[in-house]
């Protein structure tokens, strides 16, 4: 499979030699001063003819599915950092009436995200530790808790996604369940279906942080499937009408290929890729008809064991002003490849709930608990779970009536001995 992909980049080349008039007219590409960029990305573009822009894409599609097919399995580490920008106000009382600030101030999280992969019985796990948490303002930090066990654990299999977590929505009905645990953190095991998991945003084995769906190179199948007139001549040629495809040699002698399609909302797409990362896609960037940039996406890929893994990955959303909303990091500390893996990373186990946890499957509509590692029935959610609740929740809401009644009772006695005394004292 590696040789196949070696001789689709030799015969691309050659293509290329042999095409005389390859160029339509050139193009530059440059970044602005607020576009970071992994990279030194070619400023010099030319454009390609229909043949050579259809043989570049299929050489990173195809790229893009060996490099999945070489993988049977995947362990990485990363270390995360995600910022997001956030109302002055919502700091202002932790930073103090006289903190004067020149920009939002932004939520900065730091943590490590475990992945464990099988792709050929397509499961994963996936373990993100809370490692610090604070708000950034004008060089200014201000620190905030992380409690010890404080993340998420995740389970995807063909079967069920299973998930530990904090959910305090989950939980407030639930808590006043008879024999309620208290759990450290509010933290339940959920179980849902494996489709749940696709609107949940559950990680591929390549983008640890983000579903398939969201991979910025996930659509290029179908835009090459389409410019090739597979999915019928009209959509073929409106696509053609908003596509271009460029080439460029970078100042080390390094091949790149750069696809360009203006949205149906008059926004600039290109994505770009090069012979170094095996062809496999390496900067996504959408910019406005006026050229603004809205967001960016980059990953750095490392050759192992001649399968690729990224090594870094970045991600920005920018406002309107061109100041960034939303940033997102991560770099690999551990990779292994094609590794023997252990099925019971892919069990219930794996997620290490506590005793007396709180286990919801949302499939089979029943409530458990843990004792001892193994989940005990508890309750059905629909009937048994709904009567019992609702029938706390009245006992409660009687309690909270009659001490209540017992507070307004003991407040009219105060007040009226307090009136009494008074009438007592004047009169003496």
Known sequence: ??????????????????????SVYADVFALRQNEDCLFDLPQEWNEVETEVALAALDLTVSAIESNYQSISTLIVSYSLEMKTAIDKNLVSHLAGESAAFSEDPYRVINATVDIVSDNRNDKIYRDVRYVKDCFEYDGNVIELDVAPASGVKSVGTPENYTVLEEDENLLTGIKEYP???????????????????????YPDSLNPYDSYNMIFWASLDHILRTLSGKNGVERQQNLWNNVRVYEATDRDGVKWFRYQQILNNKDELNILWNENSGFLPVFKIVRTEAQTVKDVQQVRWKNVDDVYVPVETYYALYRKNGVISQFRKMIADRIEVNKPIDQEKFSLKALEPAKRQLLVDNIQKKIYRFENESPVFLANMNTEYKEKLTHMIS??????????????CAGLYMRYHSKKKKRCESVE
């Open 179 to 201: 024999g309620y645990p208290d759990v450290p953190l509010n933290q339940i095991v959920r179980v849902e279906s494996p489709e749940y998991a696709k609107f949940a945003g």
């Open 1 to 22: 499979m590696y040789l196949k992909h070696q001789i689709k980049i030799i015969v691309l080349s050659l293509f290329l030699v042999w095409i005389v008039e390859v």
């Open 395 to 408: 006992k409660k809401r009687l309690a909270i009536m009659i001490v209540g009644f017992a507070i307004i």
